[in-house]
């Protein structure tokens, strides 16, 4: 499958221990600055869809916001059952700017 470049932000707005939600192709995704680097996954909780971009950072660890299930950014994997993964997306660091290499429709 191929993909596409899509920046998604400049590093100075996003501090260590943040999220934030973009969209891309009518999904939207989260893209983290967590202690281990920068990361991107779909930004709706396996469980009941909650904006895990609201959620808190542990390591690279985000917790949802609702009801505590964490999972590990590096995979996506939910960590009391890696059977259950979110969608992660690579993110690049280029200068000052962040991208994502997401899917192309094509
Ligand atoms: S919606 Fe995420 S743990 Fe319930």
């Known amino acids: 499958m191929s993909t596409r470049r899509i920046k998604v932000a400049k590093k100075s707005e996003l501090a260590v221990?943040?999220?934030k939600a973009v969209m891309i192709q009518g999904q939207e995704i989260a893209?983290?600055?967590t202690e281990e680097?920068?990361?991107a996954c779909e930004n709706a909780c396996l469980h009941q869809g909650a904006p895990l971009?609201?959620?808190?950072?542990?390591?690279?660890?985000?917790?949802?916001?609702?009801?505590a299930w964490k999972f590990n950014?590096?995979?996506?994997?939910?960590?009391?059952?890696?059977?259950?993964?979110?969608?992660?997306?690579?993110v690049i660091s280029e200068g000052e700017d962040l991208w994502i290499e997401f899917p192309s429709k094509n």
Do not use: E, N, R
Not at 83 to 90: E, Q, R, V
């Open 31 to 33: 893209v983290f600055h």
């Open 37 to 39: 680097g920068f990361f």
């Open 73 to 90: 950014l590096k995979d996506g994997s939910f960590v009391s059952d890696p059977a259950f993964a979110l969608k992660t997306y690579p």
């Open 17 to 19: 221990g943040k999220g």
């Open 53 to 67: 971009d609201q959620g808190d950072l542990q390591g690279c660890m985000v917790i949802c916001p609702w009801h």
